[in-house]
T-cell receptor, first 114, second 111 residues
Framework: DTEVTQTPKHLVMGMTNKKSLKCEQH?????MYWYKQKAKKPPELMFV???????INESVPSRFSPECPNSSLLNLHLHALQPEDSALYLC?????????????FGQGTRLTVV | GESVGLHLPTLSVQEGDNSIINCAYS??????FIWYKQESGKGPQFIID?????DKRQGQRVTVLLNKTVKHLSLQIAATQPGDSAVYFC??????????FGGGTRLMVKP
């Protein structure tokens, strides 16, 4: 199994809603990531988890709250988002060992904030 | 932060021709450089990587060249096929296995 599975594939939410994005992998990877990708732009790193602990937060607003319940799951809780937060949210995983460059990406969740 | 690639050009090639996709980087801190392919509606897919102490690496139909003197990275695709049509991103790998992506290049293959 070399897949990273993200749900839902599409999400439309209002600015007062609370929703969660989910990511799952069963490759034994202990590093997991959230990226945000706007149209025609490269992915931008948001968060890095290493061994289920948050290791990097790239100055992401607190309306985005990550959670890593176990080594296979990664969530991104959303609350009070703005329309400019509409984007493709990508989850990725990799071995956390130095020099391992092959990150596996999910297909993303296409988020629209109305 | 590190900047890898700053533009999104489009490259159009004929099926069967070779493709060369370029990327410039501004910070030499990366230990590795990686090329990713992103098809429409999908997440990025790893293609090939190169250590910063190498200047060339070959894979199946792909070759990555690294010129540290001018901070330039290229991806060569031999005998380009319609299935190669996608956006290609270069990325630099930093401490903590963080990836910093360049702006990407759209490859369009004409049959």
């Amino acid at each position: 199994d070399t897949e990273v599975t993200q749900t839902p594939k599409h999400l439309v939410m209002g600015m007062t809603n609370k929703k969660s994005l989910k990511c799952e992998q069963h490759m034994g990877h202990r590093a997991m990531y959230w990226y945000k990708q706007k149209a025609k732009k490269p992915p931008e790193l948001m968060f890095v988890y290493s061994y289920e602990k948050l290791s990097i937060n790239e100055s992401v607003p607190s309306r985005f709250s990550p959670e890593c319940p176990n080594s296979s799951l990664l969530n991104l809780h959303l609350h009070a988002l703005q329309p400019e937060d509409s984007a493709l949210y990508l989850c990725a995983s990799s071995l956390p060992t130095p020099g391992n460059t092959e990150a596996f990406f999910g297909q993303g969740t296409r988020l629209t904030v109305v | 932060g590190e900047s890898v690639g700053l533009h999104l050009p489009t490259l159009s090639v004929q099926e069967g021709d070779n493709s060369i996709i370029n990327c410039a980087y501004s910070n030499s801190a990366s230990d590795y450089f990686i090329w990713y392919k992103q098809e429409s509606g999908k997440g990025p897919q790893f293609i090939i990587d190169i250590r910063s102490n190498m200047d060339k690496r070959q894979g199946q139909r792909v070759t990555v060249l690294l010129n540290k003197t001018v901070k330039h990275l290229s991806l060569q695709i031999a005998a380009t096929q319609p299935g190669d049509s996608a956006v290609y991103f270069c990325a630099g790998n930093n401490a903590g296995n963080m990836l910093t992506f360049g702006g990407g290049t759209r490859l369009m293959v004409k049959p």
